[in-house]
Every structure is written in structure tokens, then in C-alpha cells.
């Protein structure tokens, strides 16, 4: 975690720095701290796996309707995302 924060510290809007930095944070079970660099991440760069990310935080801060419209902007921009589909069957279609 201090590589990736040396990263950020240095370039602050490395979207993938801060993907990962939220990915570390959902699984140390830490969903609102995840959701804020998630939305960094999506404000330097939007991405498929960034939107899916945010979904899952949303998912468990019990935010479905966030949760369904993030895996909807993933799958805006890319129709076939396995992973966005995947949670939004997760949420109930």
C-alpha cells in the first residue's frame, strides 16, 4: 500500500493507482473508503473495471440503486462486460 501511495503522491490522477488502492480496501472489508478512490479513479479515467469496482463497494454499503447504475455505466461502455453482468445478476437483473 505505501508503493501505491507513493504513486498517487506523485502522480495524483493514475487511475489505476487508485483501482487497486479501492480494490485493497474492499477486501480489507473497508466499502466507503473504497468508494472514494474508486470515484478518483473514474474522475482520471473511466473504465469498465473501475465502474464494476464501485458497484461491488456500493453493494455492500446495501446501495443497490448506485450499485445497478454503475454496473449499467459499465456496460454502456462495454455492451459484453462479463463482470458487469455478473453483478447486476447479483442485484436481481
Not at 21 to 50: M, N, Q, Y
Not at 68 to 85: M, N, S, V
Amino acid at each position: 500500500m505505501s508503493e501505491l501511495r507513493r504513486v498517487v503522491f506523485l502522480s495524483p490522477y493514475e487511475a489505476e493507482a487508485h483501482l487497486l488502492i479501492g480494490r485493497i480496501h474492499l477486501r480489507a472489508g473497508r466499502p466507503r473508503e473504497a468508494v472514494d478512490a474508486l470515484k478518483i479513479s473514474l474522475w482520471s479515467k473511466e473504465t469498465v473495471p473501475a465502474h464494476v469496482a464501485l458497484g461491488e463497494a456500493y453493494l455492500r454499503l446495501k446501495d443497490t440503486a448506485a450499485a445497478r447504475a454503475e454496473a449499467q455505466k459499465a456496460l454502456a461502455l462495454e455492451p459484453g462486460a462479463t463482470d458487469a453482468k455478473a453483478l447486476l445478476d447479483r442485484l436481481g437483473g
